[in-house]
C-alpha cells in the first residue's frame, strides 16, 4: 500500500545547527505512527517541517509526499488544503471563541471530496464539547482544549493528521482516554503521526513507533518489537528521570 504521507531527506537547520535528519519516514493509510523522544530530540521540528511551519526561520529541504503529490514547496495553508493537518503542541483553538464557534470556523475546503466529520459525529466522540458548547475555550480544562483541537482538525478532513504532544499536561487518566480516541480514529481510517513524550502511553497505541535522538531515528519498528528494544526502555527511564 503506497503511503498517505512519506518524507525522504528530510533536513531542518537552525543557523549552521542540523535539527532534523530523516533520511525517509513513511505513514501508511489507517495507520498511526508515534515519534518519540526526549526534550529537544527533534519531535516537533518533524512535524512543523512536514507541513511547512516554524517557530524561527530554519532551512528545510527534502521532498515531502501527500498521496505521491510533491508538497514540500508549497506553503502551510496548501499543505492543509491538500488534507495535512497538524495540532501543534498546545494545540490550536481560539481561546476567545466559544466550542461552537471554534468549531464552526474550521471548515473543510469546498469541493474537496475528503470526508470531513460533522457535528453529530464530533459530539459522539467528545461529548465533553457538546457539553461545552457555549463556553470560551479560554474556560475549558487542559484535555478538553485538547479535544477541541483534535475535534477541530477532524472538521478539516484531513487525509494525514499530525498530532504534537496531545497528552502533554493532562492527568494520567486523561492521558489514556485521549490516546484512546486518536487510536478508534485511526481504526476508522484515519491515518496518524503522534508525537509523544509519553513513551509508556504511546506504545500501548500506535502501530509502528519511531525514536527520535538529537534529530535522528535512532530506532524504529512495529510496537510489539519496540517493547522489549533496549533503546526504548532507555527512553522510558528518561521520561522517569525527566
Ligand atoms: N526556532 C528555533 N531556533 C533555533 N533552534 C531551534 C528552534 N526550534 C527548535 N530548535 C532546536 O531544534 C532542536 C529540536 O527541538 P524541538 O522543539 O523539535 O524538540 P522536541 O522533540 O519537540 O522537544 P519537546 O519535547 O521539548 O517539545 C532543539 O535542539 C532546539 O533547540
Ligand atoms: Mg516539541
Redesign the pocket.
Known amino acids: 500500500m503506497s503511503p498517505v504521507l512519506e518524507a525522504r531527506n528530510l533536513r531542518?537547520a537552525?543557523?549552521g545547527?542540523l535539527?532534523?535528519d530523516i533520511p525517509h519516514l513513511a505513514l501508511k493509510p489507517g495507520e498511526l505512527v508515534g515519534v518519540v523522544?526526549?526534550?529537544?530530540?527533534?519531535?516537533?521540528?518533524?512535524v512543523?517541517a512536514l507541513l511547512g511551519w516554524?517557530?524561527?526561520?530554519?532551512s528545510v529541504s527534502g521532498s515531502i509526499r501527500l498521496d505521491g503529490e510533491e508538497i514540500g514547496h508549497l506553503p502551510p495553508h496548501a499543505r492543509v488544503a491538500r488534507g495535512l493537518t497538524l495540532v501543534p503542541?498546545g494545540g490550536a483553538v481560539f481561546m476567545r471563541l466559544t466550542v461552537e464557534d471554534n468549531l464552526a470556523a474550521a471548515q473543510a475546503p469546498r469541493g474537496s471530496n475528503r470526508r470531513a466529520h460533522d457535528e453529530a459525529e464530533i459530539y459522539a466522540l467528545f461529548p465533553r464539547l457538546k457539553e461545552r458548547l457555549h463556553h470560551h475555550a479560554s474556560m475549558l480544562s487542559g484535555g478538553e482544549r485538547q479535544m477541541l483541537a483534535i475535534a477541530r482538525a477532524l472538521r478539516l478532513g484531513p487525509r494525514a493528521l499530525l498530532l504534537?504532544?496531545p497528552s502533554i499536561g493532562l492527568a494520567p487518566r486523561l492521558v489514556a482516554d485521549v490516546l484512546r480516541t486518536v487510536r478508534d480514529l485511526v481504526d476508522e481510517k484515519l491515518s496518524v503521526l503522534l508525537?509523544e513524550?509519553n513513551v509508556r502511553a504511546a506504545i500501548e497505541v500506535v502501530d509502528r513507533l519511531v525514536l527520535?535522538e538529537?534529530?535522528r531515528i535512532l530506532a524504529s519498528g512495529p510496537a510489539a518489537a519496540m517493547r522489549d528494544d533496549p533503546r526504548i526502555l532507555a527512553a522510558y527511564l528518561g521520561e522517569a528521570a525527566a
Do not use: F, I
Open positions: 531542518v537552525y543557523g545547527n535539527a532534523l523522544g526526549a526534550n529537544g530530540a527533534g519531535k516537533s521540528t518533524l512543523n516554524s517557530r524561527g526561520t530554519p503542541e504534537d504532544e508525537v513524550q527520535l538529537r534529530g
